[in-house]
Structures are given as structure tokens and as C-alpha cells.
């Protein structure tokens, strides 16, 4: 149990255009998903904690109106990079926590996106 | 704020032996959670072993264990009959307790952990 998947898992778009990676839990229900981005070589940041059916709370020097998070059901959390520029190439990757009050609330992570801006 | 520092950016062990990974962290948080992930180079990450910061008991899961020193706010790792699986990237990982929910984790810059046969 206690599956994560993202959605694309690789993808490469051009300078400017928008892009959406999808994060799923798949055998849960998840009251909240952080996203997280990796650079190369580089450890995870925190980038922003998404609650169902309310805003998200980004980190600071995190742009919101870049990184626009969507978190419209329990199973489901998005991350819209919006007019993306090479510097926001990266990997990023989501975990979700299980709202059961009865269990310890244990990040599971999903495989990661890796995006390439041209 | 709360950092987590990783002084050993690469290690490298004969397979069998046992090593000790180090994290120490730094947070005015009294209740907290302290994690060690595995980041394969598949670059899933998977959870080895979480230690509650108010149990003083050590957290042990089969091979890998931790030597855990809130005075000393130190965290160590400790892998025992090392095997070529273990060969990964290695994040200590601080969560402060937010009553009830998970919280963000702050990650330790990572030990690379390489297995010789």
C-alpha cells in the first residue's frame, strides 16, 4: 500500500510555454502533499505544502505565481510551472501524507518528474 | 528554522562491513521527527528508519539502525553487513511535529554511500 504516482515522469517543453505534473495517491487518501525540487547532484527543497480544498503554502524565495499548486481532491495535487525558462529545469517530486489520525503520518514519495526546458 | 548538516559527502565500504553515516541538525523545536531515505539511482526515495525525538530508545529496522543524541543533536546512521543493494544516496531529514499532520522535511545535503564487492 501507500502508493505515490506522478505524472509525466520525464518531460521537455519550450521556453515560455506552461507545464503540469500530476500527483496521485493511489491507495490512500491524502489530506496533504508537499512538492519538493532536486537539482542535480543536489539534496530535495522544500517547495510548498498543498492542502485539500485550501491555498497552498509555498517556502520562502518560492515564486507562487510561478509554481501554481492545485490540490482539488484528496488523491490529487498539481504543480503548474508557468512559463518556464531553462532555469527551472529540474526534478521535482511529490510526497503525500495519509490523513488517517490512527497512523503515523509518514511521507510517501512519488518516482519524481523530470523537467528539461529548452 | 531548522538546518541539518551532512559532513561526509561520499563514502565508500567493502561489502559486509559496517559504516556509520552522520547527521547532525540544529532546530529550537522541542517535539520532532528525524528520518534517513535511500534515493537509489532510480531516484525513489525510500524511508530506512524515522526516530521520535521524545522516545530515547534508539530506532532499529533489521540492518540499519541510529544512534540518536538530542543533547548532542546528532543523528547518526549505522549499516551493518553492508550489501551492494545499500549503494545509494543517503538524506537525514528533520519534520517538526505539527499536532496531528506531517509537516515539510528539511534534508541534509545527502552522503553518497557506495557498497565495494
Known amino acids: 500500500g501507500a502508493v505515490v504516482s506522478q505524472h509525466p515522469s520525464w518531460v521537455i517543453c519550450k521556453s515560455g510555454t506552461s507545464v503540469k505534473i500530476e500527483c496521485r495517491s493511489l491507495d490512500f487518501q491524502a489530506t496533504t502533499m508537499f512538492w519538493y525540487r532536486q537539482f542535480p547532484k543536489q539534496s530535495l527543497m522544500l517547495m510548498a505544502t498543498?492542502?485539500?480544498?485550501?491555498?497552498?503554502?509555498?517556502e520562502q524565495g518560492v515564486e507562487k505565481d510561478k509554481f501554481l499548486i492545485n490540490h482539488a481532491s484528496l488523491t490529487l495535487s498539481t504543480l503548474t510551472v508557468t512559463s518556464a525558462h531553462p532555469e527551472d529545469s529540474s526534478f521535482y517530486i511529490c510526497?503525500?501524507?495519509?490523513?488517517?489520525?490512527?497512523?503515523?503520518?509518514?511521507?510517501?514519495f512519488g518516482p519524481g518528474t523530470r523537467l528539461t526546458v529548452l | 528554522a531548522q538546518t541539518v548538516t551532512q559532513s561526509q559527502p561520499e563514502m565508500s565500504v567493502q561489502e559486509a562491513e559496517t559504516v556509520t553515516l552522520s547527521c547532525t541538525y540544529d532546530?529550537?523545536?522541542?517535539?520532532?521527527?528525524l528520518f534517513w531515505y535511500k534515493q537509489p539511482p532510480s531516484r525513489q526515495m525510500i524511508l530506512v528508519i524515522r526516530?521520535?525525538?521524545?522516545?530515547?530508545q534508539n530506532a532499529t529496522e533489521n540492518r540499519f539502525s541510529v544512534n540518536f543524541q538530542k543533547a548532542a543533536k546528532s543523528f547518526s546512521l549505522k549499516i551493518s553487513d553492508s550489501q551492494l543493494g545499500d549503494t545509494a544516496m543517503y538524506f537525514c531529514a528533520f519534520m517538526k511535529y505539527s499536532g496531528g499532520g506531517a509537516d515539510g522535511l528539511t534534508f541534509g545535503k545527502g552522503t553518497h554511500l557506495i557498497i565495494q564487492p
Open positions: 510526497s503525500a501524507s495519509n490523513s488517517d489520525p490512527k497512523v503515523f503520518n509518514e511521507q510517501f
Open positions: 532546530t529550537s523545536e522541542s517535539n520532532y521527527y
Open positions: 498543498s492542502n485539500e480544498g485550501s491555498k497552498a503554502t509555498y
Open positions: 526516530q521520535e525525538a521524545y522516545k530515547q
